[in-house]
């Protein structure tokens, strides 16, 4: 039909023109009353040249459907330009205090409390008496040994002034010595097991758990709940495991993006710590990164673990979703402008890692492509498109 309305305004052109040439010649009103009486003349012409173009192209149409003029369909695109891509393994971790003690009496017996100077959540030092255990027999013997020490001084004390004046053997001076000697030991003996009866702190930090009263016997665990636990959170690490498929490309220096999505908070770090062996149910490798001091981080704590084990500085990517395959592999369509017409295009592409929504591309793309984002459904290699609402 275009063809046809091409032909008609050029032949309508020619005859216009040879009109004007020979009316030149003429009287010049007269002739330019003629030209605009052949202009509404050949304007009619035109106006049903058209009707009849019209018309028989709707007949055509009917009689062979194939002859519909092509519509182009509507696409959006996307310009490809190389940008940093960076691939992570998504994990869940938790949050671990590198400095956890659980407070154990250090004669491994225990004993009866007879107080207790701290409580759950008070912040203690390293050194602080935190328990007090029964010490009444203890004193008892000490008493008892300090009175025999003295009574075994006074006895060598004798005994040395007798050697002195030449009176007595040297054998009864030593063994006087001796005796001395034995009842200092067992103070210093009885002394020390009485320091035992003082529970201290090993760790600076918060008693996040005491679990111990007047009364009761002080072991160190009662069950499998800790009687006093204490946690440093100046020193912190995050832990997670590892899947093995994983174990040439997570280790030592690995970076690691830790999410606290309860706190708002993100932390970058770098793996500290990557096991070498593979746990037999879990299939997996242990891993741990430290994490700065922070009030609001607390041991046992979810944290949401990215490590990063592949980038690309400049790299081509496209939405993932954009990916089709046929029987030949896997393309891309593009937007490709061919006699000035946008038209679809096939391109095949070799894919690398997928990370996110985001899929790298490692043969088939490069920059500038017009990558069709949206309405490629259905698309086929060379239809016709446009980017453009009419």
């Not at 030593?174 to 210093?188: C, G, R, S, T």
């Amino acid at each position: 039909m275009q063809k046809i309305l091409k032909v008609v305004l050029f032949a309508s052109s020619v005859y216009l023109t040879s009109c004007s040439a020979k009316t030149d010649s003429g009287d010049k009103n007269g002739a330019l009353a003629q030209k605009k009486a052949k202009l509404e003349e050949l304007k009619k012409q035109q106006a049903n040249l058209s009707q009849e173009i019209t018309a028989l192209q709707a007949e055509v149409e009917k009689l062979d459907p194939s002859a519909k003029a092509e519509k182009a369909k509507l696409i959006s695109v996307s310009a490809i330009t190389p940008e940093s891509f960076t691939h992570y393994i998504d994990l869940q971790g938790s949050i671990t205090a590198e400095d956890i003690s659980y407070v154990a009496p250090r004669n491994g017996q225990g004993g009866l409390v007879k107080a207790v100077y701290v409580k759950q959540g008070d912040y203690v030092k390293k050194g602080q008496l935190l328990l007090k255990l029964d010490d009444a027999i203890l004193l008892k013997n000490l008493k008892q040994a300090q009175t025999d020490l003295a009574y075994l001084q006074d006895m060598y004390n004798r005994q040395k002034n007798l050697w002195d004046q030449q009176i007595g053997t040297e054998q009864q001076l030593i063994d006087a010595k001796q005796k001395v000697d034995q009842a200092e030991n067992q103070i210093a003996t009885i002394k020390e097991q009485w320091n035992m009866t003082n529970v201290y702190a090993d760790v600076s930090g918060v008693a996040d758990a005491v679990n111990i009263r007047v009364g009761e016997m002080f072991t160190g665990v009662a069950g499998q709940t800790p009687q006093i636990r204490i946690v440093n959170n100046t020193r912190l690490k995050v832990t997670a495991q590892v899947p093995e498929n994983y174990l040439g490309r997570v280790k030592e220096g690995s970076k690691m993006v830790v999410n606290l999505p309860d706190l708002g908070k993100t932390i970058k770090t770098t793996v500290s710590v990557a096991g070498k062996i593979i746990d037999l149910l879990s299939r997996s490798f242990y891993v741990e990164a430290k994490l700065p001091s922070d009030k609001d981080l607390k041991p046992n704590q979810i944290a949401l673990v990215k490590i990063e084990d592949y980038t690309v500085p400049k790299a081509i990517t496209i939405p993932v979703n954009t990916l089709q395959t046929d029987e030949k592999g896997k393309f891309v369509l593009v937007a490709v402008n061919e006699n000035g017409k946008l038209v679809a295009r096939k391109k095949p592409v070799q894919i690398g890692e997928l990370y996110g929504d985001k899929l790298e591309i490692k043969n088939g793309l490069q920059t500038g492509d017009q990558v069709i984002t949206e309405g490629y459904q259905g698309l086929y290699d060379g239809q016709l498109i446009t980017t453009s609402a009419s």
